[in-house]
């Protein structure tokens, strides 16, 4: 009897278990809709680009053609210490240096504002400005945030909560000091740089309640890529 008893709660849970599985999954709390991008400073302050490329010996010749062109050069550059997805290099950056000279053959995109249709319309491989008020990168303060998919998140879902993630997190930061947001994704990762006014800013930003949200919604379909140095502007402004 004992031995039927054992079996039988042993069905109960794995019946249990199995039903949960069934439920359909928890719906998302609605997020602002973020038809264009906000702020448009990249009118009068010029094209950001994205790039990536394999040696960061290449920044430095084309960092000095723009200083000698009579331009305000500025590189914000990350090294990756994880391996890159495969259309990317280990070397990252955000600058508004021109794509001339050996810069014009790497991966260099020019950052587009967001299309008709908004974040929802984003297409992949293209980075976008959610947010672009920031007169001069130069100054503040730039973190990188690097995220793949997760293993229980399904491959056709990742995008669209990708899309709505980026809607949150503009939604959330925008109106406390985050005043330039770029994303570039893939089929199953993203690349962001959030610019704040100062890192003061984006501390406080993320301890609010509000502001605690993100990474729970984060974590909730994708995790984090690993880890990376930020090396420039230093090195460059210094000389």
């Known amino acids: 009897m004992r031995e039927a008893s054992v079996h039988r709660r042993a069905f109960l849970m794995a019946l249990a278990v199995s039903c949960g599985a069934w439920l359909p999954a928890q719906p998302l709390a609605p997020v602002n809709d973020l038809p264009h991008t906000i702020g448009s400073a990249s009118k009068t302050r010029g094209p950001l680009m994205f790039c990536s490329i ?23 550059a990350w090294e990756l210490k994880a391996d890159p997805p495969r259309e990317l290099a280990k070397i990252v950056l955000i600058t508004n240096l021109p794509q001339a000279g050996n810069l014009a053959k790497e991966n260099c995109r020019r950052v587009q504002p967001l299309p008709s249709g908004g974040a929802d319309a984003m297409q992949l491989h293209t980075p976008y400005a959610a947010v672009d008020k920031a007169a001069d990168w130069t100054t503040g303060y730039t973190s990188l945030v690097m995220t793949a998919k ?73 995790h984090g890529r690993g880890a990376s140095v930020q090396f420039l502007p230093d090195p460059l402004a210094a000389r």
């Open 150 to 222: 997760n293993d229980v998140l399904p491959a056709m879902d990742y995008v669209p909560r990708l899309k709505r993630h980026i809607r949150l997190v503009t939604q959330l930061f925008e109106p406390h000091g985050m005043d330039g947001y770029v994303v570039y994704a893939g089929q199953d990762f993203e690349w962001a740089y959030l610019h704040w006014v100062d890192k003061e800013t984006s501390v406080k930003a993320f301890t609010t309640p509000e502001g605690k949200t993100r990474p729970a919604d984060s974590a909730s379909f994708q």
């Open 54 to 76: 394999p040696d960061a010996a290449i920044i430095r010749a084309a960092y000095d053609a723009a200083r000698k062109g009579g331009k305000r050069p500025f590189v914000i």
